[in-house]
């Protein structure tokens, strides 16, 4: 592969700085230099406070994270924008801390998880609700179970309906609708979605919660092959089990009762409630396309966000539909969405933009190879190029947006992924003061499948990090 020449961000400080020092000290670029600087490892600290553990997601980065530039860079009242909030960890941390929070998602469980965060609900009522929601649900497994299998065989049309009898073993759906029947009841919105949240966190787990799925963290779920229920029989794979199959530990699954499990959550979720204070701004929290969001110019303090891998490597509706299907979506409408999401591989109706130097040449160095996968990188930094104009144009002056990328190994090639975004930023009149790097916590953050631990291999070492640019606007 040729040397590209990327131009070297780092720019040099006309400041002595300590920790003390603030955005006052120092101009603006400088200041965003000593911050990329400081240790963004966060290793130490904690991402269990408040409502931040409430659903897992995978990549999502520690509070700590955009709470350090929150803090620093703005102050109560100033507008922060998280335009691909995933589960809102960003748009919390803004919250929390008195700021105008703005949060947007193409994806529907990350906007419903992000508002269950940020909304203040009562934790003696959702207790009330959630007892009432146990009781009936128990009630109804054990005494109307034929009702349940017929509601079973109505809701879905067939594809959703095969995808729900793959995925999920029949006692575990009977008591999921039984949960769900008793959720859907419940007018107030604010109490349903903290349910939904519950039902849905039992299921979306890394390992696969209550479905049949052994790891909904990789791109591609496994399914088990030996199924036992909570009376030890065995309902699915009993071949497996007479041939004594030396790799059944890794195929079994031990099902548990959705309704225990959703207990369990409901609990935890609340203690976590009462811990967690409430900002004085409600913040905006929608579904939108980080492409065109529906904003003022020059209205925004900070931006703090982490787009999507290159490559679709992190596939979230592959792990999502597992709970939306239950939340009335079809597979078919799920399929769809899936396409828009920023870093698909689907390009039959892609935009294509016009890319700056550097970012061309690592597109075209991939396409030689393989030219269905270059469409793909092409695809991904012209959706960025499109998102980071967006930024530009929402960001007030003399403000910056944070944005943390993980880099990714196309056919052998290095994607490059934060030069070749720091370069397109650049080319639409951000500044780009510096990239810091971050070393990765394996054991805390949910990331994309082949990412496990090899300390020889190069591209693994590249993985183990991902990179925080900042970009300024002038
Ligand atoms: C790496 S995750 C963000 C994680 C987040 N920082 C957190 O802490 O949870 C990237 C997010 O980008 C979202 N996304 C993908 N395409 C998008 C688009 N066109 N507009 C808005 N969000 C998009 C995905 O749904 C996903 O939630």
Redesign the pocket.
Known sequence: MSKLDFSHYSRQLSLDYDDDTTVEDATYPDFLVKLLTDDLDFHNHTGNYATHNFHS?Q???PPQLPSKFILSLTQEGDVVLD????????VLEAFLTGRRALG????PL?VKIAKVKTTSTKPNELMQYCKLILKKARNQVENEKNFLEKELSRRWESKSKEFIDYWFAIPTQLELLALLLQIEEIRDERIRTFFELAFSAIIITKSGGVSLAFDLAHTRPHKAKLVIDKHGMVILGEELQRNNSPRLNFLTKKLRSPIDEFEKRCIQNINGLIRSPSGKFDPEIKF????NLPLENASVDLIV????YASNAID?MRAHKFSLIWFGYSIEDLGFRRK???GGEDTTSTEFEELPGATSTVVSELSDLDEKRGKVLCRYYSEMKRTLEEMHRVLRPNKAAIVVVGNSIMRGIDTQTQNCLAEIGQAIGFEVPKIGIRRLDRNKRMLPAGSTVNTSSQIQQRRHGEYVIAFYKA
Do not use: L, R, V
């Open positions: 997601f990549a999502k980065f335009p691909m909030m995933g589960s809102g960890t960003t947007f998602d193409i994806d990350a939108g396309d980080a492409q966000t982490s787009p999507p979230y828009e999401y920023i």
